[in-house]
């Protein structure tokens, strides 16, 4: 049994049929605040870490799918919620290093973590999917930044990651504008490498996981490992997010254009940027 802390987050756990070759079981990770869109708030964080971690030292389970419930994955931080810490130099950063580890980690989880992207996904939410190993949309998906759309820069991981999965002329591109990607787009991009129809989005999942779960554990373990090791070690990753993180805690706190994008999210108007 899985105890995120929090109603926040859930985790179900998938056992294979009996004459299934695989073993184990998968689990499937849900943020579960559909009413806002699944916005990562700090209970929302703290709940998926500690089903991360949970299920990181649970032999049994062999992959880990994290998805959303309702229609988004996740529409990134919580920004009526950032209009107060937003205002504290100390809890704010350490949100931001919180937040930031959790991405990191989820690289270092030593099972496969797979992001099923069920609908709108953008800012934090496309943090969380560049932390995992790699990404499924649904049809319906939409995928993108957003951040400066209100104001706001990211601080754990998209001005590192992004620039790395689909390349830095397109990072640009899509953190510049703030646009959203189609499900298509992002494949087309290399942002995800399939796109489903919604309703078989989480049994396609499965399936894979299924798959993962009739190799060897220790193999998949150590593939995974090297091969996120070694790209964190050939690119600087952890330097480029540590100085992700220390630009948008500075910018965060201390710019008027931040605090403006909140107050027009929260009044529902348009920014008046300086």
């Known amino acids: 049994m899985i105890d995120t802390g929090t109603p926040s987050v859930e985790v179900e756990r998938v056992e294979w049929d009996a004459s299934s070759d695989a073993r184990g079981c998968a689990a499937i990770v849900s943020m579960n605040r559909p009413d806002q869109l699944n916005a990562v708030s700090w209970e929302m964080l703290r709940g998926l870490r500690s089903a991360i971690d949970q299920l990181n030292d649970d032999e ?16 990134g931080g919580d920004l009526k919620g950032y209009l107060d810490l937003q205002r504290d130099p100390v809890r704010f950063p350490k949100f931001l290093d919180e937040y930031s580890e ?13 992001a099923l992207v069920n609908g709108v996904t953008a800012a934090g939410g496309l943090e969380i999917l560049l932390g ?30 992004l620039p790395r999965v689909i390349g830095p002329f397109r990072a640009r591109d899509l953190i510049f504008s703030g646009r959203m990607l189609t499900s298509a ?19 396609a999942g499965l399936a894979f996981a299924e798959s993962i779960a009739g190799k060897s554990r220790i193999g998949v373990e150590n593939v ?6 070694g790209l964190a070690s050939g690119t600087g990753v952890d330097d480029a997010m540590r100085l992700e993180r220390e630009r948008a805690v500075s910018y965060c706190l201390t710019h008027g254009d931040s605090l403006e994008g909140l107050n027009a999210f929260a009044e529902k108007r348009r920014p008046d940027f300086g």
């Not at 790699?134 to 990651?161: N, P, R, V």
Request: some cysteine; proline content about 4%; glycine content about 8%.
């Open 60 to 75: 049994d389970v062999r992959t880990i799918l994290l998805t959303g419930r309702g229609r988004a994955f996740s529409a």
């Open 102 to 114: 959790f991405v990191s980690r989820l690289r270092y989880v030593r099972k496969p973590v797979i």
């Open 132 to 161: 995992c190993d790699f990404a499924w949309a649904a049809e319906s998906a939409e995928i993108g930044d957003a951040h400066l759309k209100y104001g706001q820069m990211a601080g754990a991981g998209s001005l590192a990651l």
């Open 185 to 203: 787009e992002a494949l087309d991009w290399g942002l995800v490498t399939r796109v489903v129809p919604d309703d078989e989005l989480l049994p």
């Open 224 to 229: 995974k490992y090297v091969i996120n090791a």
